[in-house]
Nanobody, 121 residues
């Protein structure tokens, strides 16, 4: 199974910035729509941003103007640039792929293991 591996999380003060990365492992793969989700402490997982293979993007209201999602199809990677971070942005951030085409056939609903983001006031 293709693995999604996130990196770039950490601890920052309010107003700071972080850039998350997520790469899909494996050769001969094609990754479809990619998303970033987050799960704040004690809360359910929520969508942060989505990017299609063509680069169209959708953002949650809380992310608009502060977060930017991007992708590099040649590297099968997706990124999330987060600026002006707030304590409410604290949580575990996950990348997600709706469909990955592999030499063995398609895979659906792939999730990364998550990366912790902590924003202190």
């Amino acid at each position: 199974q293709v693995q999604l591996v996130e990196s770039g999380g950490g601890s920052v003060q309010a107003g700071g910035a972080l850039r998350l990365s997520c790469a899909a492992s494996g050769s001969g793969i094609t990754v479809g729509t990619l998303d970033w989700y987050r799960q704040p402490p004690g809360s359910q997982r929520e969508l942060v941003a989505t990017i299609t293979t063509q680069g169209s993007t959708i953002y949650a209201d809380f992310a608009k103007g502060r977060f930017t999602i991007s992708r590099d199809n040649a590297k099968n990677s997706v990124y999330l640039q987060m600026n002006s971070l707030k304590p409410d942005d604290t949580g575990v951030y996950f990348c997600h792929a709706d469909r990955i085409s592999t030499l063995e056939g398609p895979e659906y609903d792939n999730w990364g293991q998550g990366t912790q983001v902590t924003v202190s006031s």
